[in-house]
């Protein structure tokens, strides 16, 4: 019998690269230091805590590349996926999950699999020489003690950028005189609540937030930057009084019921639980003081009353230059029986940081096979994840990344563009269909 391939971390791409090799015939131990330490943004103990946003954004495979990635996850036997779906809340076209379901769905799977074994345990250190095959799944909020760890063993220093998390309302303190449910163009149904704001609202409210006070930052936190896909609302309003109003806060595709006069700015709440009880706000990610935050948002129409679950909030995140520090398997450079997983790598999001568990766990299964690891093809999503971040991106300019149909080599035919997407996510299907099917070669 194999040694057991030793995971650090709990989180999304832990338990999808235990249960990918569980899967494969491969036996693991997930070592989780959740509740014997905590993070700055976990709040609870549970394995793949949605510490975020609750979406995993858009479930179109056809339109979208994210879309793509879940159908993509979902052919490759996915846990993640399969949870989210079993576990989904209202959120038009997106694939949206009741946080504590979802947690208790993938941690029930993973306790009742014979081929997995979960340690209540802090690694605060390298990982201990007799693990022969180990993956560091400990996300962007990786402990110092093993982040120091991994610099010296990389030799290299991590990068970091600031992540924020938005503000979750119960639903019965919002005022449906004012608010009303609907989603964008009517899709996926009356699965948000809308809070209008008129010309002078909006402007007062922008005024507002950029007056207000924020979390002061220690003075070697100052030069760390934001992700793009996920600055704080008074960050994207201090680059210019429309910003909002075009990015999050856009009016179209709404109708509101008790005004005939088009909003200039509207604030969407989505589903976060299953009983429908908590709403998040849409891209309203804050670095705001508390008090700051329920003072300017009780001045939005239909949440002058609002009661809040959890205020904004925001937390470093840490990852590695991983072109320059991992090799096509994930595995570190400088002591190949480490590889990395999830968010620690530089992928960006919920989606992709599973998906990288999911890839990173059939490597550390072919290995045990000893069998050859054939990556995926460049034109599917996961192939184009897995490359930029090992071998297709600037290690100069790396920065954390989300799945596109960027990153994948362009359509050799001419087209309308309406079509290139649908194109784009045809053959990245053929081609992962083609993946699964190949069998694996003896090393």
């Not at 303190?173 to 989603?183: E, G, R």
């Not at 010309?199 to 207000?212: E, G, H, M, P, R």
Request: charged share 20%; hydrophobic share 40%; with cysteine.
């Amino acid at each position: 019998m194999t040694n057991p391939v030793h995971i650090v971390g709990g989180g999304l791409a832990g338990c999808e690269a235990a249960w990918q090799l569980a899967n494969l015939g491969i036996a693991s131990i997930i070592h989780e230091m959740r509740p014997v330490r905590g993070t700055a943004a976990h709040v609870t103990e549970s394995l793949a805590e949605l510490v975020c946003s609750n979406s995993f954004r858009s479930d179109d495979a056809e339109k979208s590349a994210v879309g793509l990635l879940h159908e993509e996850m979902r052919r490759c036997g996915s846990l993640i996926i399969r949870a989210a779906d079993a576990n989904k809340v209202p959120a038009g076209s997106a694939l949206a999950v009741d946080r504590e379901t979802f947690c208790a769905e993938v941690e029930n799977a993973l306790d009742a699999e014979p081929l997995i074994e979960i340690r209540r345990e802090e690694i605060d250190g390298p990982p201990p020489a007799y693990w022969d095959s180990v993956i560091i799944a400990t996300g962007p909020l990786t402990s110092d003690l093993l982040a120091d760890a991994i610099h010296e063993i990389s030799g290299e220093d991590s990068l970091a950028f600031f992540d924020a998390i938005a503000p979750i309302i119960h639903r019965d303190s919002i005022d449906f005189d004012k608010a009303w449910f609907q989603s964008r163009y009517d899709k996926g149904g009356k699965d948000y609540i809308n809070c209008p704001l008129s010309t002078d609202q909006y402007y007062a409210f922008i005024d507002a937030l950029v007056a207000a006070d924020a979390m002061p930052f220690h003075q070697w936190e100052k030069e760390t930057p934001y992700f793009e896909g996920c600055l704080p609302i008074e960050v994207m309003a201090a680059r210019g009084r429309e910003t909002l109003a075009f990015g999050p806060m856009k009016p179209v595709g709404l109708t509101n019921p008790h005004n005939p006069a088009k909003p200039h700015a509207v604030i969407q709440l989505r589903q976060d639980n299953t009983l429908a009880s908590l709403f998040n706000m849409v891209g309203f990610q804050t670095k705001m003081k508390h008090g700051d935050q329920i003072k300017l948002f009780r001045t939005i129409p239909g949440l002058e009353n609002a009661e809040f679950a959890r205020l904004g909030g925001i937390h470093r995140n840490t990852f590695l230059n991983s072109p320059r520090v991992l090799d096509s398997e994930l595995r570190m450079k400088s002591e190949p029986r480490i590889r990395f997983a999830g968010q620690i790598t530089g992928v960006e999001g919920y989606l992709e940081s599973a998906a990288c568990g999911l890839l990173c766990g059939r490597m550390a299964a072919a290995e045990r096979h000893a069998v050859t690891w054939v990556a995926p093809p460049l034109s599917t999503a996961l192939g184009a994840l897995l490359n930029h971040i090992t071998v297709g991106a600037d290690s100069d300019t790396f920065q954390p990344m989300n799945i596109n149909f960027g990153l994948m080599p362009p359509l050799t035919e001419r087209m309308k563009r309406k079509d290139r997407k649908p194109a784009y996510a045809r053959r990245a299907l053929v081609d992962l269909d083609h993946w699964i099917g190949t069998p694996q070669v003896a090393q």
